[in-house]
Nanobody
Framework: QVQLVESGGGLVQAGGSLRLSCLASGRAFSTSPMGWFRQAPGKDRESVAVINRSGTSTGYADSAKGRFTISRDNSKNTVYLQLNSLKPEDTAVYYC?????????????????WGQGTQVTVSS
């Protein structure tokens, strides 16, 4: 099992940027696809972005395409999510997760280990 700790959330105005980080413990990080997901108040958790083990392949939900960028640094056991051009509807708790599969998917049920989340609030 891998322990995941997110950071970098906060309050930002619409149009602003944030960079989220997710630090993982354990050697399994570099061999696992990773994903970012989010959950807004009163809504179901949804996928945001995913990345393969080496960081050479990524996938994005439609809401994230062109604005968010996922990346990873296996030497630091960290996966990142750069959030640009933020909108009030991006307000949510953002979670990182480790996939139980060998390839990244945008399906949250394919992810076995989850962090506690970091709050992102975008004001209009």
């Amino acid at each position: 099992q891998v322990q995941l700790v997110e950071s970098g959330g906060g309050l930002v105005q619409a149009g602003g940027s944030l960079r989220l980080s997710c630090l993982a413990s354990g050697r399994a990080f570099s061999t696992s696809p990773m994903g970012w997901f989010r959950q807004a108040p009163g809504k179901d958790r949804e996928s945001v972005a995913v990345i393969n083990r080496s960081g050479t392949s990524t996938g994005y939900a439609d809401s994230a395409k062109g604005r968010f960028t996922i990346s990873r640094d296996n030497s630091k056991n960290t996966v990142y999510l750069q959030l640009n051009s933020l909108k009030p509807e991006d307000t949510a708790v953002y979670y990182c997760a480790r996939s139980s599969l060998s390839i990244p998917t945008l399906t949250q049920y394919d992810y076995r280990d989850w962090g506690q989340g970091t709050q992102v609030t975008v004001s209009s």
